[in-house]
């Protein structure tokens, strides 16, 4: 009983901080500090500086760059600064400033007009820059829409593969069951990461799309391999039977009377692989097989930050570690719960 309420309890949580990373993420530039496409404003001025540094900006006009305005277009891909922002120290007159330099030197300039009230802007980086002076919270969170992103394309994917193989393995027997249970052995026999990094190979160009096949083609065989052997038990049912002899097409059985009464098992690994998708995504865009840059990735964001974890900003890779490890135990923890709601024989 006490492990049934803490597998719930954990389930719960898993499920809450799913709803919410998601809600964050889909929310996106609306949210985030830096609302630049990719979060990628870069001031090295400020690179590398801690949680919570605060920095005075000055805006400065910059020439328009055209691209769409709409909510819909902000909402997707963000949009372009429409201001050149420079980190100052502090002001000299009404049209001088000291740009910011962390090593204490002064770099005094003039603006050539002077300046206003408006132009200037004092700002928080509450989990700190990266070494590119780009705001890290802007881009976990955008990470955080990648890796949900890839992982539900890669889990669609495998459902819709390893479904359809898995029917036709388990209900037609013969030669087709033993053609696609001997490609399940074979596959089954290859790491998971050595089959999305052969598929990524595969592909000129590297991108989000090809991360979803390359991890999507790499994990459909756990569930084919439980929906033929789900099919195999289901397909000698009387209500099964009953339908080959009404004369029902083989198309309508699948669908109708097999498939709802395995949908339990196929939620459930599902599940799973939703955080095994994301693992593996954090892995190839870690060896720059992945999302490409300046695309933000947590997986990415570990790479270009591991040397500093001997130095004082270690947090630059630790963070999107944590966000990654939070986010797969999530998924386990749910998958376990739906694991014991949806089983009959543990009910």
């Not at 719960?12 to 609306?30: A, D, K, M, Q």
């Not at 050539?112 to 780009?134: A, C, E, H, M, V």
Request: charged share 15%.
């Amino acid at each position: 009983m006490w492990k049934k309420i803490n597998k719930n309890k954990l389930g719960l949580f898993g499920l809450v901080f799913i709803t919410g990373l998601t809600t964050v993420s889909l929310l996106g530039y609306l949210i985030i500090p830096d609302s630049s496409t990719n979060a990628n404003d870069i001031h090295l001025e400020i690179a590398l500086q801690k949680p919570g540094f605060s920095v005075d900006f000055l805006s400065i006009s910059q020439p328009p760059i055209e691209q769409s305005n709409s909510l819909l277009s902000h909402w997707l891909f963000g949009s372009p600064n429409k201001l050149n922002r420079v980190p100052i120290m502090g002001l000299s007159g009404t049209d001088s400033f000291a740009v910011f330099d962390k090593r204490g030197v002064h770099f005094w300039q003039r603006l050539g007009r002077p300046i206003q009230q408006n132009d200037l802007s004092n700002i928080t980086f509450y989990l700190g820059t990266d070494r590119y002076g780009r705001d890290m919270l802007s881009r976990v969170i955008l990470g955080a829409r990648i890796s949900l992103l890839v992982g539900f394309m890669a889990v669609l994917i495998t459902m819709i593969i390893g479904t359809i193989l898995g029917l036709l393995a388990g209900y037609f027997g013969g030669w087709v069951d033993q053609i696609i249970l001997w490609l399940i052995n074979v596959i089954w026999s290859l790491p998971s990461l050595l089959i999305a990094i052969s598929i990524s190979f595969a592909f000129k160009e590297k991108g989000i799309y090809q991360v979803f096949l390359a991890i999507g083609l790499s994990m459909w065989v756990e569930l084919a391999r439980v929906v033929r052997g789900q099919v195999l038990q289901i397909k000698e049912m009387e209500y099964v039977q009953a339908a080959n002899v009404l004369g029902f097409s083989t198309f309508r059985i699948l669908l109708k009377h097999i498939l709802p009464n395995i949908m339990a098992p196929i939620i459930v690994i599902s599940a799973a692989n939703f955080a095994s998708a994301i693992l593996l995504e954090a892995g190839l865009s870690f060896l720059g097989l992945g999302v490409q840059a300046p695309t933000p990735s947590w997986g990415s964001m570990i790479k270009e930050h591991y040397n500093y974890i001997v130095f004082d900003a270690a947090y630059l890779a630790i963070i999107p570690g944590i966000c990654i490890m939070l986010l797969v135990m999530s998924f386990n923890f749910l998958g376990n719960a739906l694991r014991d709601a949806l089983d009959v024989k543990l009910k």
